[in-house]
């Protein structure tokens, strides 16, 4: 079993939509939280980070942990044709900058 | 500013031969990771670095790979004796310091292809 679980999709929906993309993972010393978005033939780009508990807002994208149930949760409202990428969740343990990452959800916004 | 940079951007090879992938952190960044993703997957870790000295090579899968940092800048992965499964994109990232917190910048990957 992997130590974290992304649905791969691909997920389709219209624009304007709310989206909602999942991690679940296994290891509880997990302790910081990423979402990273990677456009086709890119390198990943950090688009937010958690460390508690709660949800955490940056304009159109929520995130939120759920760390009881080792369930985090990317929210885009108002989806845009431009978040059309694959979204990687990705977390680490206090022990420096080794990330885990899923597998990643590819999205499709379309217009 | 310049981004991460890696080089080259794609890379085809024969099995069996030694390939060396390139990667050129952002400027006074001390942090230095290399990653690779295969074909539908979330990128996985293989090994960083904090200045010259490797962290955690934890992720090198075989004695084939190894990675080098000699002045805390500029790193080189290298392959050798490539197999078909090395077949992936090679992730390079760095970051200001080697903490938990700070955000890692990803390079665009090299492509390799083992035929």
């Given at each position: 079993?992997?130590?974290v ?17 999942n ?11 990423m979402?990273?978005?990677?456009y086709?033939?890119?390198g990943p780009e ?12 940056d304009g ?5 942990v759920?760390?009881s ?8 409202r108002?989806?845009?044709p ?9 977390m680490?343990?206090n022990?420096?900058g ?9 999205l499709?916004v379309?217009? | 500013?310049?981004?991460v940079?890696?080089t080259?951007s794609?890379?085809v090879?024969?099995?069996?031969k ?10 006074g960044?001390?942090a ?6 295969s ?6 870790f293989?090994?960083?670095?904090q200045?010259?000295?490797a ?6 899968p075989?004695?084939?790979f ?5 002045e805390?800048s500029?790193?080189?992965?290298k392959i050798q004796?490539t197999?078909?499964g090395?077949?992936a994109?090679y992730l ?7 903490t938990?917190?700070d955000?890692?910048y990803?390079?665009p990957?090299?492509?390799?292809t083992?035929?």
């Amino acid at each position: 079993q992997k130590e974290v679980e992304q649905d791969p999709g691909p997920l389709s929906v219209p624009e304007g939509a709310i989206v909602s993309l999942n991690c679940t993972y296994s290891n509880s010393a997990f302790q910081y939280f990423m979402w990273y978005r990677q456009y086709s033939r890119k390198g990943p780009e950090l688009l937010m980070y958690t460390y508690s508990s709660g949800n955490k807002e940056d304009g159109r994208f929520t995130a939120q942990v759920d760390k009881s149930s080792k369930y985090i949760s990317l929210f885009i409202r108002d989806s845009q044709p431009s978040d059309s990428a694959t979204y990687l969740c990705a977390m680490n343990r206090n022990q420096g900058g080794k990330l885990i990452f899923g597998q990643g959800t590819e999205l499709s916004v379309k217009p | 500013g310049a981004g991460v940079s890696q080089t080259p951007s794609n890379k085809v090879t024969e099995k069996g031969k030694y390939v060396e992938l390139r990667c050129d952190p952002i400027s006074g960044h001390t942090a230095l990771y290399w990653y690779r993703q295969s074909l539908g997957q979330g990128p996985e870790f293989l090994i960083y670095f904090q200045g010259t000295g490797a962290a955690d090579d934890s992720g090198l899968p075989n004695d084939r790979f190894f990675a080098v940092r000699p002045e805390g800048s500029v790193s080189t992965l290298k392959i050798q004796r490539t197999e078909r499964g090395d077949s992936a994109v090679y992730l390079c990232a760095s970051s200001l310091r080697l903490t938990n917190t700070d955000t890692q910048y990803f390079g665009p990957g090299t492509r390799l292809t083992v035929l």
